[in-house]
């Protein structure tokens, strides 16, 4: 069974930097991975993912420019960078695995076959 855990999260301030963690059980070289966020009363949203060897990044229009994602496959782990963030941001961001094959750009919740709990991250303004 496949395990994410996300850590990282935290209060900063509007302008600040954090950077997200996730480790997961697996051997993740072959998984398309992917970051995602839910606010208080809102749906979870696609933040960013990265395909398998880091070979394409896609990133919501939202945080393109100020987040960047990125992956050690030989420690089985995702980051995300989180520059310039803004009070938007806040939301509980969880990592998701997708350990099916794909060539295609993967931005849908149902997309994703293995999630972790999740992280808080609140931005003051």
């Known amino acids: 069974q496949v395990q994410l855990v996300e850590s990282g999260g935290g209060l900063v301030q509007a302008g600040g930097s954090l950077r997200l963690s996730c480790a997961a059980s697996g051997r993740t070289f072959n998984w398309y991975m992917g970051w995602f966020r839910q606010a208080p009363g809102k749906e979870r949203e696609f933040v960013a993912a990265i395909s398998r060897s880091s070979a394409l990044t896609f990133y919501a229009d939202s945080v393109k420019g100020r987040f960047t994602i990125s992956r050690d496959d030989a420690k089985n782990a995702l980051s995300l960078q989180m520059n310039s963030l803004k009070p938007e941001d806040t939301a509980v961001y969880y990592c998701?695995?997708?350990?099916?094959?794909?060539?295609?750009?993967?931005?849908?919740?149902?997309?994703?076959?293995?999630w972790g709990q999740g992280t808080q991250v609140t931005v003051s303004s």
């Open positions: 998701a695995a997708r350990t099916r094959l794909t060539a295609a750009i993967r931005t849908a919740v149902n997309d994703y076959d293995y």
